[in-house]
C-alpha cells in the first residue's frame, strides 16, 4: 500500500503560479535573445504547421495519487477536475471514427478516471495503440491492483514515470517511498511479460534531470539504465525517455523562488536545435484537455494556449482536415522541447 508523503499542489496551496496565465506573465518577462519565433525563422521553420494527426493524446484529468516536484500538470490527491461523460464520449467517437492511429492518455493518474477502462477497451477495439502514461504508484494501491493484468490482457503500451534508478534521485522529485514501490510496479510488469523480447508488451521509462540542466543523450542512458535496472534490480524494459524539464507549473514555481528562472531559459534558448525543432511532438500530435479544449501539445494545454482560432478548438468541433495542417502556437517555454536533442512526451526529437 502506497505510503509515501504527499504534498499539496500550487492550487492548494493559492501559489500565484498556479494561474496559467500568471504563468505566461512570468515567462514572458524573461529576457531572452531571440523570440522563439524568430529563432524557428532563422531555421525556416516558421511558421511551425502540423504535419498531420498521428496521436491522439487524451489529459483525462489532473487528479494524482502523487504530488511531483517537477510536475507540469500540477497534479495531486487534491485537484478534482475530471474529464466529463460529453467530452469522452465525444473523443471516443473521434477515436472510433477516424484513422489516427495512436491514442495517448494521460493525467494526472490517468486510471483514476472512472470510464478509463472503457476508453482502453473501445479505442484497442478500434485498432489504435494505446499508450498509458502511468506513475507506476497506482498499481501498489489495492483498488487499483488489477492494473498490471489489465494492461498486460489488452495489450497496453505502458510509459512509466521514473526519475532515477536510485531511490534518492526518485523520491527527491516524487516522494518518500516511491522508489521503492515504483521497483515493485515494474517486478508485477516484468512478471506479466512487459518489457521482455518476444512478448510485444512495450514498456517505457520516462527520465528527467533532477535540477535546472539538460537531460544527457537518450541512446548512451538508456544503455546504461538497462544495465544498471537489470543489475540492480533484476528489471527489464523496452525503451527511455529523456525529457526535458519544462519552465511550466512546479517546476516554474522553484525556478522562480530560487532566483534560477532567467539562467535556466538562457541554458534553453543557448541549446536551440533546429533539428530537434523540426521533429517536435506538436507538428504528429493533438492534445484534449479534461473539458475538451484542444491544444497543440500537454505543454500549451498546461499554459491554457489552445489551438490557433483558424482550426477548432474545441473536441465538439473536430475537423481533422483543418487540425492536421493548423499553424502551431508558440511561447517561450518551446525552447524546452528544442534544447539539446529535443525533448517531447516520446523522449529525444533529434
Known amino acids: 500500500m502506497s505510503r509515501h508523503r504527499v504534498l499539496p499542489t500550487l492550487q492548494k496551496r493559492h501559489v500565484p503560479l498556479a494561474s496559467a496565465m500568471q504563468q505566461q506573465a512570468v515567462l514572458g518577462r524573461v529576457p531572452v535573445a531571440r523570440?522563439?519565433?524568430?529563432?524557428?525563422?532563422?531555421?525556416?521553420?516558421?511558421?511551425?504547421?502540423?504535419?498531420g494527426i498521428d496521436i491522439f493524446q487524451i489529459n483525462v484529468g489532473r487528479k494524482c495519487n502523487q504530488t511531483c516536484r517537477h510536475c507540469h500538470v500540477d497534479a495531486g490527491p487534491d485537484r478534482t477536475e475530471m474529464m466529463p461523460d460529453a467530452v469522452?464520449?465525444?473523443?471516443?467517437?473521434?477515436?472510433?471514427?477516424?484513422?489516427?492511429?495512436t491514442v495517448d492518455?494521460?493525467?494526472g493518474a490517468p486510471e483514476l478516471h472512472k470510464r478509463w477502462r472503457e476508453l482502453v477497451v473501445r479505442a484497442r477495439k478500434a485498432g489504435k495503440h494505446v499508450m498509458d502514461r502511468c506513475n507506476l504508484t497506482i498499481t501498489r494501491l489495492p483498488n487499483y491492483a488489477y492494473l498490471p493484468?489489465?494492461?498486460?490482457?489488452?495489450?497496453?503500451?505502458?510509459?512509466?514515470?521514473?526519475?532515477?534508478?536510485r531511490e534518492?534521485?526518485?523520491?527527491?522529485?516524487?516522494?518518500?517511498?516511491v522508489f521503492t514501490e515504483s521497483l515493485d510496479a515494474l517486478r508485477a510488469l516484468n512478471a506479466l511479460g512487459y518489457g521482455q523480447e518476444g512478448t510485444g508488451l512495450q514498456l517505457d521509462l520516462v527520465t528527467n534531470p533532477v535540477g535546472t540542466f539538460l537531460p544527457g543523450d537518450q541512446t548512451g542512458l538508456e544503455a546504461e539504465w538497462k544495465r544498471q535496472m537489470e543489475r540492480l534490480y533484476g528489471i527489464r524494459f523496452t525503451r527511455l525517455y529523456t525529457i526535458t524539464n519544462m519552465p511550466i507549473s512546479r517546476f516554474l514555481d522553484f525556478l522562480d523562488?530560487?532566483?534560477r528562472l532567467d539562467e535556466y531559459?538562457?541554458?534553453?534558448v543557448t541549446a536551440f536545435n533546429p533539428a530537434a525543432a523540426a521533429g517536435v511532438m506538436c507538428r504528429n500530435t493533438l492534445s484534449v484537455g479534461w473539458d475538451g479544449t484542444l491544444y497543440d501539445c500537454d505543454f500549451n494545454q498546461m499554459l491554457e494556449m489552445p489551438v490557433h482560432p483558424a482550426a477548432a478548438r474545441t473536441i465538439f468541433d473536430f475537423d481533422l482536415e483543418a487540425l492536421s495542417r493548423r499553424e502551431i502556437v508558440l511561447g517561450p517555454h518551446?525552447?524546452?522541447c528544442t534544447a539539446g536533442a529535443g525533448s517531447s512526451c516520446g523522449g529525444a526529437t533529434a
Do not use: N, W
Open 257 to 259: 523562488e530560487s532566483g
Open 105 to 107: 492518455i494521460t493525467g
Open 35 to 51: 523570440s522563439f519565433a524568430a529563432a524557428l525563422d532563422g531555421a525556416g521553420l516558421y511558421p511551425l504547421r502540423a504535419t
Open 334 to 336: 518551446c525552447y524546452g
Open 149 to 165: 493484468a489489465f494492461f498486460a490482457e489488452h495489450g497496453v503500451h505502458v510509459v512509466a514515470s521514473l526519475p532515477h534508478y
Open 88 to 101: 469522452m464520449d465525444r473523443c471516443l467517437e473521434v477515436i472510433e471514427g477516424t484513422d489516427i492511429p
Open 265 to 268: 531559459m538562457e541554458r534553453l
Open 168 to 177: 534518492k534521485g526518485t523520491d527527491s522529485q516524487r516522494g518518500d517511498g
